[in-house]
């Protein structure tokens, strides 16, 4: 049973639209939630993070926790070309030292 | 200023030939520090965590091994590298707040 799980996409979604990426998560001890964006090439970037249930907004990014449903999402407001990437949703191990990754959504905005 | 350096940046290495991958951090102490490997198209793959000096954690019994010398410094090592342990290797450090991040990572082929 994979710990976290994402729908690999492709995704694409034109320029300035909202951008809606989900993830589903096992481990109901589970205490931390993370979004990482990865471009081609690069090491994952931490974007958001997220303990509580209900919404966190940091700029067009907002991300949303549901511990009863086990459920995370990322919405993008605003698209642009620039968000082109692969999406890592992360999520930390009741003990806390672990983290356990999806395996990404690739998202394209098309400009 | 809180820094990750990882190294080298690309290795080309024959099969059955030995492996050493270094991870040092700046700025902070006793960092909890993570080994993954991302194969190509896959998500992360979590190998080794470390809470302190000479403490390892190996979450994948292969043929790799970790060590943590000093406070600040995370090695990857193989004995005898095999064509699946090719991959974009990635390590990461434990920040305030529970959060991850991430090197600029070490891209492996072995041929």
């Known amino acids: 049973q994979k710990e976290v799980e994402q729908n690999s996409g492709p995704l694409s979604v034109p320029e300035g639209a909202i951008a809606s990426l989900n993830c589903t998560y096992s481990d109901r001890g589970s205490q931390s939630f993370f979004w990482y964006r990865q471009y081609s090439g690069k090491s994952p970037e931490l974007i958001m993070f997220i303990y509580s249930n209900g919404d966190k907004e940091d700029g067009r990014f907002t991300a949303q926790l549901n511990k009863a449903s086990q459920y995370v999402s990322l919405l993008i407001r605003d698209s642009q070309p620039s968000d082109s990437a692969t999406y890592l949703c992360a999520v930390n191990s009741n003990t806390g030292n672990q983290f356990y990754f999806g395996t990404g959504t690739s998202l394209t905005v098309i400009p | 200023s809180q820094t990750i350096h990882q190294w080298p940046a690309t290795l080309v290495q024959p099969v059955g030939s030995p492996l050493s991958l270094e991870c040092t951090v700046e700025?902070?102490?006793?960092?909890?520090l993570y080994w993954y490997r991302q194969a190509a198209g896959r998500g992360l793959q979590l190998l080794f965590y470390?809470?302190?000096?000479?403490?390892i954690s190996s979450e994948v019994p292969q043929n790799l091994s970790a060590s943590r010398p000093q406070d600040r410094q995370f090695i990857l090592s193989s004995k005898k590298l095999l064509l699946s342990d090719s991959g974009f290797y990635l390590c990461?450090?434990?920040?305030?707040?529970?959060?991850?991040?991430f090197g600029p990572g070490t891209r492996l082929t072995v041929l």
């Open positions: 700025g902070t102490s006793n960092p909890n």
């Open positions: 470390s809470v302190g000096i000479g403490q």
């Open positions: 990461a450090w434990l920040k305030v707040a529970n959060t991850q991040y």
